[in-house]
């Protein structure tokens, strides 16, 4: 399965879902891959605080040919990612095409892959969708984040993918309704996860969530996500090193 992450509006929590969602279908078992589409700003790296300059994908569209191996970074997670550095600006189609060409053959190595894409519909956005089977939106609950989420929903859909839901990032009390949102996006809701102070702390460790703060109410909703995508029932993990009686309190309930 190769799903793109995508949303419109930026900033609204793609590269965290796309990295949590990697580590929990990583934890059960999946061989899973994150791509960082987002080309020319890209995320997936700097969250762990690496900023790469080789084994990139720019350095394998330089050089025209590469081992797909080089370009392989694994994270302490379990999942694989692929980045590539901040040299690259105002890709055209042909590179866009180009990097695609490079990639697709990694992607049938893998269970999972998961394509972090840009905002906004431009070209970027058109390759990262085409180069997926289904497209995953993710909004915040404010209508500029709904109102472009619903557009970036029409345009997987003009591009004959499916689109098997949203996700409701940054919800908090007294904002947007998920009834509401779900409306507005035409779209049920895979997952509503709750703006959470420590989704900042884990970024600062440079953790994925789901592994600094697996109890968090933020991780509660991406496993829920994980959950409504696999349609298995999937066993929270307690932070190793957690206290004894995290470890006594899953031992009793799981
Ligand atoms: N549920 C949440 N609670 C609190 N902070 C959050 C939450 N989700 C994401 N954030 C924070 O919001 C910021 C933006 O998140 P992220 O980088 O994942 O967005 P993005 O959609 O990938 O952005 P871009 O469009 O630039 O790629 C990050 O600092 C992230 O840690
Ligand atoms: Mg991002």
Do not use: C
């Not at 790296?45 to 040919?65: N, Q, R, W, Y």
């Not at 191996?69 to 302490?76: A, C, G, K, R």
């Amino acid at each position: 399965m190769i799903l793109s992450v995508v949303s419109g509006k930026g900033g609204v929590g793609k590269t965290f879902t796309s990295i949590n969602l990697a580590t929990i279908l990583s934890d059960i078992g999946n061989k899973v891959l994150v791509v960082d589409t987002n080309f020319t700003s890209p995320t997936v790296a700097t969250h762990f605080g690496v900023t790469p300059d080789s084994h990139t994908i720019d350095e394998a569209l330089a050089k025209g040919t590469y081992n797909p191996m080089d370009l392989i970074w694994v994270h302490p997670a379990g999942f694989h990612f692929v980045t590539p550095s901040f040299n690259m600006v105002a890709l055209d189609d042909q590179a866009l095409n180009t990097i695609f060409e490079m990639l697709r053959p990694l992607f049938s190595n893998y269970d999972v892959v998961i394509l972090d894409g840009p905002a906004g519909v431009g070209r970027d956005v058109y390759y990262t969708i085409m180069n997926s089977d289904a497209a995953l939106i993710v909004a915040n609950p404010n209508y500029p984040s709904l109102f472009n989420a619903l557009k970036t929903h029409y345009f997987a859909k003009s591009l004959g993918k499916m689109v098997p839901g949203a996700v409701l990032n940054m919800y908090r009390k007294n904002s947007i309704s998920p009834e509401e949102a779900s409306n507005i996006l035409e779209l049920p809701l895979l997952a509503v996860i709750p703006e959470d102070p420590n989704v900042k702390d884990a970024l600062q460790h440079g953790q994925p969530l789901v592994k600094y703060k697996p109890e968090s109410p933020a991780a509660k909703g991406l496993y829920d996500l994980a959950e409504a995508l696999t349609g298995k029932k999937i066993r929270r993990k307690a932070r190793s090193g957690g206290s004894i009686w995290e470890k006594i309190k899953e031992f009793l309930f799981s």
